[in-house]
């Protein structure tokens, strides 16, 4: 799969293809989506949570952490579109829409 | 803007200039937006906090609750791609690579 | 109620009592418990995301912050407490326990 | 220590010993404290995830999983503390005040 051609659709046909490959559809309810979702979002977090602002401005100079940052937000992404598939939720849409109501809510000075 | 076109990259490009139009990239480190992403993440969890899972599966037949859905929905993907882009994460190739590495780690039956 | 004689058992027992009054056990489980304890864990998190560690030193000169800060503490102490409750678990024997565990697991210099 | 005379004063009293005598007060800011926090309490909902909520009413049955729950039910209890010494706040009378609050906010049936 050549990195060009990534998209939203695709990797939520892939998520979709490798959890029922596994049968892990009946754990998929929305409500174990979003908890995971949360965990996921708070291993993120593990990682900053005894840093400065400024050290956590230079995370990504560490391989090693770099590595773990990546892939935390990789298994945040993933449920998040996972979730988005069960809901019938199309991220994107949802994404634009909020901030053009927030360019009403928060007018720029 | 129509929503055909819309992709990641789009989406970063607005939250970007929002950001810097109210002037709060100050407040965007990414100690600071791991937090705002696990707030918005936990709003999430909120609503389905008390729900059966089968009441979990049809959270959107409520049009006011699917609205709400939505628009935690978009918060979480908010703060995703904005720390994506301050960290310079690519985040469909993250993910694309992390599915990449489950396939070795949980091999299908 | 005269605070010197507060003690965790006694809140436990107003906690049950403020429950089963209301016939709220059945949304007890432990599963929901600790989604809402992590709610409510992110509702203080909320209020410290976008501040300097010095300013969230100073967080309870404001006394309507200080408010809400005692507020969200109450509510996570609410929910672990309930939750200790329907898991049969005593938090502050747990709490003695891993103190002991971890003075071998982090020597002082 | 006998367990009989364990108090919350008491346990305050050891994690402020225990983090002074590693000189860890610099990262316990109040900001830090709620981010650990909430991560703790994240660790607790990944134990429960994908449990349907009959088999969370069963998790302390085994043993392994027991100790788990017992483990994080502590790290939780023990940032809340310390975030309280550092804030000042005295947790148990918080949590009597919220619910003499929530006993007009939601009058029993």
New interface residues.
Partial sequence: ?T?QH???AK?QR??AE?AA???WQP?H????L??????E?????????????EE??R??EDPETAHR???E??????Y??Q??E??????????????DR??HR?P??
């Fill in positions: 799969m990195e990534l998209d939203v990797l892939r998520l490798f490959a596994r049968n754990f309810t929305p409500k174990n979003v908890a995971a979702l949360s965990v979002a708070s291993e993120l977090v593990e990682i900053f949570q005894w840093l400065t602002p956590s401005a995370v990504m940052v990546t892939d937000v990789a298994d945040v992404l993933a998040l579109l979730l988005c069960v809901l019938g939720v199309d991220p994107l849409a949802a994404l634009n829409a909020k901030i927030n360019e928060f720029a000075p």
